[in-house]
């Protein structure tokens, strides 16, 4: 399974983005994806996530600023950001989690995409 995932940007404070991961790959039921971000020296934190059922969990930080979505046809999940902040600054992953043929629960990252909000 593969994630690739693109949108990254230098946008100004205010602005939007939108982020995209494709997902790629057989032997794999996934059953949530998610957006998380890493600040230099910082750990990776959670954005948002969404299940195969279309429930949603934001962190607080980006509630009312940011929307995940999916188009499973695609195997495509969306991060809308807006009025975006310095504070967004970060390295964002798409991840997918569910279970392989074996019924072993797996976790995929993409490789990540920069996003720089400048004041």
């Known amino acids: 399974v593969q994630l690739q995932a693109s949108g990254g940007g230098l946008v100004q404070a205010g602005g939007s983005l939108r982020l995209s991961c494709i997902t790629s790959?057989?032997?794999?039921?996934?059953?949530?994806m998610g957006w998380y971000r890493q600040a230099p020296g910082r750990q990776r934190d959670l954005v948002a996530t969404?299940?195969?059922?279309?429930?949603?969990n934001y962190a607080d930080s980006v509630k009312g600023r940011f929307t995940i979505s999916r188009d499973s046809a695609k195997n495509t999940v969306y991060l809308y950001m807006n009025n975006l902040k310095p504070e967004d600054t970060a390295v964002y992953y798409c991840?997918?989690?569910?279970?392989?043929?074996?019924?072993?629960?797996?976790?995929?990252w993409g490789q990540g995409t920069q996003v720089t909000v400048s004041s």
């Open positions: 790959g057989s032997g794999f039921t996934m059953t949530n």
């Open positions: 991840n997918a989690g569910g279970t392989d043929n074996r019924g072993f629960r797996r976790i995929y």
């Open positions: 969404i299940t195969r059922g279309g429930n949603t």
